[in-house]
Each structure stands twice: as structure tokens, then as C-alpha cells.
């Protein structure tokens, strides 16, 4: 049929096909061609980030302090739990306090926004040439499915920042699939590419993908090494992702009308939402992100508006994971890069704190419906059970079965552990 050379370019190869996969290609899966995929069957687990992007004021959501000059306006909700109380713009969650966990005692050093996200997302500072993956990269590597069609490691509404913290020395094959764009979200979670040509019949898209089955094994035949297996695995995951039975899993009109209304009609709620299929399907890292915490400025208005979204969609995933059997092996972990002023300023907002600030989590089998550590009464500083970045990795990381004392080979020809050596496990949780 046709006599393929080892000159031949993988360009060439995929304009030969015409099997329109160029745009595929592109992002997440051009780079996943870079590397070969290879991580070993684990047992089920997933995690999801809710990311509250810009440093969320802990402080007026898990950790008020009523009656100081720092406490601001808002009230406490009780919750079922003795002694935990949080925002009364938190009511669906207050009701569920039984499934969180607050760590009331979180400190970093940290206080720029770039550096911040960096540590919470890696557990490291950066340092120099040193390509840190991402928390995400970390767990996906380590729970992937080498079968699996959807990717291991999916953020939805990320910023561009956050989208660059990914793989990192594991390799782009576990760099995130990026859905939702917070600048345009009228465009809504849609995955571009996954739908087939409506103009190429079935048997010929059968035939076209026969086709590049047999060049990619004669071109890995003739060019053995890690690229051209990388190729192939790009390739085959591509494929697999266009099936329609992993396609799906993108579609939310599939959900019920009361389900997508529960969980709020705006793009974090629908990401919850799909966090949550897409934890179904067996994917074990997703990160949802909420951007607009970065309250310098009329501080209170803007927490108490983005504290509805936060409350409907966090509430109605801890429900529905309960309520599908899902609960206790999907770890929820709700956090920003820092937190934010006790201290209120003269534009009646909060400006960068990463001295003490709190992180809630929920679900992955930990010990919720409790609150671990506590902070000043004037909010500055953490005066009982002090937990660093790395600890929460580290925790966050054995949660999911996962030694956060595993080295990997880093890009400076050093092994790098999941979880800086001094971490300490938070062991309240475990």
C-alpha cells in the first residue's frame, strides 16, 4: 500500500492520515507525545483541589473571630460539631460539618501570589532550574491507568499561571487536560476536538485509524526509543478519549436539571459538577478553580457573594460523592495560595497573610468533623498545633495511598521526594 521511510516526519504522517487529530494534538496531548506514558494499576482514589485563586480571607470564611476589630461583619453558623463554627454565608456546609475537617493553623512564608501558588501546588519554593510538578502531576503519576481513556490529571477554570505548574521533570505526559476559560466562560466546559468529523463516514474513520496503527509500529519498529513510544501512547490515548462512552463524561446535559441547578449555573459549579464524573470514571486528580479572592479592596461584599457559589457547589459534591458511594475515596482539599489580613485596611479590605490561614478538606477516608489547630484571637498568629505547606502535601498525598517519601528523578540529575523531607504528616487527619 505504501512504502513508509524512517525520513518520514510525524507532521507528515498526520497530514498523510487526514484523520483530523492536529487539533487534538495541540496542549496537553502535543506534549504528552514528548514522553512515554507508564504508571501502574492502584488501588481507586482520587483527589480534588477546589483552588480559591487569589488568597481567600480564611479569616471570614473557617476561622471567624466575632467581637475584634479584625473579625469584620460576619457571623457564626453553627454546625453539628462542638466547637466548629463558620461563615453564616456558608450555610449548606455549616449543616455538613460532620464531613470536614478545618486545619485552623496552616503558616507559610510566602506572601506573593506567583511564589505562594507555586509552594501550595507543589510543596516546594521554587528553585532555580529546578521543574517542580504539581501535586496533580505527583498523584497522577501515581494512580494512572495506563488503560484508561480520560487524562489522569484535568484542571477546569484554571488561570494561565496555574496551567503552567504541571508535569514539570515527571514529563508533559502528565501535564493537565484544561477545560473552561474563566476570561470567556460563556463557553463552558466543552473539550474541543473530541467530536468526529461529520463529514468523514465511520468506515473510513475506521479505516484512517487502521491505517495509522501500521505506520506507528513500522515507525516504532525502525526508531525504538522513548519519543516513539511516546508517540504511540499520545496517539492511543487521543483515540480513546474520542470514544464516545469517555466523551461523555464531558457532557453535562446528560445530568439532570435539578442536579446542574444544585450544584449553581456558573462555571464552578458545573466544574464541581464534572469533577465529580470525572472522579467516576476513575480520573485521580482534578482541580476546580474559583478566581476572585484577591480582596484588597470592599472585602466583605465580594467573600460574601463568592461564598454562595463556594457553598452550593462544595455542599452539593460532598453530597452527591456521599450518595454515589464515592465519598470515602475522594479526598476534597479547599484551599487558596494564602490567606489575607487579619487586620482589616482603609478600603475595607484584606490585603496578603500567609502568617495563619486555614484549608477545610473532606471525604479520601480522613477524620472529619473535627478542627485541628487555632490562631490568636486577633487572627495574626497561629498559637496552637502549627502545620506547614509540606505537611499538608504530605498528607494529602498518603490519603491517597501514596508514600509522600517516594523519590522521583528530577531535571537536575538529582531524586526529588512527592513531599520536601521536613514535612510532617498531619496525623489529626489521618
Partial sequence: MFEIQPPLTRRMWMGATGLGLAGSMSGWL????????????RPAKSVIVLWLNGGPATIDLWDLKPGHTNGGPFREAETPVPGMRISEHLPQLAKLGKHLAIVRSMSSREGDHGRAMHLLRTGYVPTGALAYPAMGALIAK???QESADLPSFVSIAGNRMASQLGGGFLGPQFDPLVVGDPTTPQAGLAVPDLAANPNVPPASRTGRLDLLAGMERR????????????????????????????????????????????????????GCLLARRLVERG???????LDGWDTHGNNFNQVRGLSGTLDRAFASLITDLKERGLLDSTLIVCQGEFGRTPRINGGQGRDHWP????????????????????TTPDGMAVEEKPRHVPDLIATVVR???????????SNVGRPIRIADPDAQLIEELL
Avoid: C
Fill in 219 to 270: 515507525f516504532q519498529a525502525n526508531h525504538r526509543s522513548a519519543v516513539a513510544a511516546g508517540i504511540q501512547t499520545a496517539t492511543a490515548r487521543a483515540i480513546r478519549l474520542m470514544r464516545p462512552e469517555a466523551a461523555a463524561t464531558f457532557d453535562l446535559e446528560q445530568e439532570r436539571t435539578e442536579v446542574r441547578d444544585r450544584y449553581g449555573r456558573n462555571l464552578f459549579g458545573q
Fill in 142 to 144: 501515581e494512580l494512572t
Fill in 30 to 41: 502535543g506534549r504528552l507525545a514528548a514522553a512515554n506514558a507508564t504508571a501502574p494499576v
Fill in 355 to 374: 502568617a495563619s490561614w486555614s484549608v477545610a478538606l473532606a471525604g479520601g477516608g480522613i477524620r472529619t468533623g473535627q478542627v485541628i489547630g487555632r
Fill in 283 to 289: 480520573v485521580p486528580f482534578v482541580e476546580v478553580t
Fill in 399 to 409: 490519603a491517597a495511598k501514596i508514600d509522600p517519601k517516594k523519590q522521583n528523578p
